[in-house]
């Protein structure tokens, strides 16, 4: 039987984001710290032309334009401890923004994850019955 890591993101389905003509103001994210604090890998080199921003209410938001685009992270349901807000985040993005970078990272995390739990099968002893 295939085994699951206990650590992989939340499964559940994602909102896709609402697009907005304007977006609420909110707090600046650094992604590369988002990811650090979530315990995963930066692996992530240039820049995309996207700002990260925790804004209120209750529904994740995009605002797109002419070279830029903005991901607003609504702050309702995000965890407290900074962990698990971070992989929130970064499950957000990559699973509603489908944003190019916190794809990359959540599958990096989840590819090492399962070379973990392979490393952790070749060890143990096989009974045979």
Do not use: C
């Amino acid at each position: 039987m295939k085994q699951i890591h206990p650590d992989i993101l939340n499964l559940d389905p994602v909102d896709p984001p609402a697009g907005v003509e304007k977006m609420p103001s909110g707090e600046i994210l650094d992604l590369e710290e988002i990811t650090k604090a979530a315990g995963m890998k930066w692996i992530i080199t240039g820049t995309f032309g996207v700002t990260y921003l925790i804004i209120p209410g209750s529904r994740d938001l995009v605002e797109r334009g002419e070279g830029y685009r903005i991901f607003g992270i609504s702050e309702e349901n995000l965890p407290q401890d900074s962990k698990g807000r971070s992989r929130e985040i970064i499950r957000r993005l990559a699973y509603g923004f489908h944003d190019y970078a916190a794809r990359e990272v959540a599958a990096r995390y989840h590819r090492d994850l399962k070379r973990e739990l392979d490393a952790d099968w070749t060890r143990k002893p096989k009974l045979n019955h």
